[in-house]
């Protein structure tokens, strides 16, 4: 329950409880429970869009379940994406790469980077068909949080010195990995039987392919990196199961 309770206060806003003592290890070792928050994110985003859906129009409540879940989360995904973003468009060595997502400051890209991110996540949302939103909500925050796990586990932190990140890195392995690939692939399949198993499939596909890349980009991952893991893993979601829905 204590790394579950970790694992929720530092992927939302939520903050039961202040008398939790949060070491490194704590917090490597709460990751197998990311899935798990995910699922909690996912049935407070169905909550909400079934309430408002009786008082507004479909669009209009599908941008309010999207602004919801930013809020929730304290925007600590799109942060990380918008930071890597910025990472990948100054085009510059090693060090230059890291310095820039380090920066406080959001440049061009980074704004359309999250614009683009949100747009999709609306507009693929507002495609599905009624029946599959809120299987594609719970399903999305799951695979999102899922996917920062074998990043964590399997990839080396790209900093020299201390990170955010840097507890996921080394305390997360492979215990954490399998117990969060468990739960996810467990509800995955329960909400989609096979199409679930293919969704987690590619979600891996994608986590790992982000991993390779940053690793021969920069030496590793950061925690900017897992964010924007999780952004792009909830889009590629939202993405097949529009596919498999349309």
Known sequence: MKNFLIALQFLTIIKLSRKIDITEENLGISMSYFPVVGLCIGLVL???????????????????VIAILVV???????????????????????????????????GTFAVVGITLILLLKTTSLASLPLFMKDKSLLLMAVLGRWATVPLAAFFPYARAGHGTALAFSRFAGIREVIIA????????????????????????LV???????????????????MGAACEVSEIVVLFMISGMFH
């Open 181 to 204: 690939s468990l739960i996810a692939l467990g509800i995955a399949v329960g909400l989609l039987q096979y199409k679930g198993l293919i969704i987690f499939v590619a979600v891996a």
């Open 46 to 64: 169905v909550l909400a869009r079934w309430s408002l859906a009786f008082v507004l129009p479909s669009s209009v409540v599908d941008v309010l």
């Open 72 to 106: 929730l989360t304290g925007a600590l995904h799109l942060d990380g994406f918008a930071d890597t973003v910025d990472g990948l468009a100054g085009r510059g060595d090693r060090e230059k790469t890291l310095a820039i997502m380090r920066d406080s400051k959001i």
């Open 207 to 225: 986590s790992c392919l982000l991993g390779l890349f940053f690793k021969s980009r920069i030496g590793g991952v950061t925690g900017d990196i």
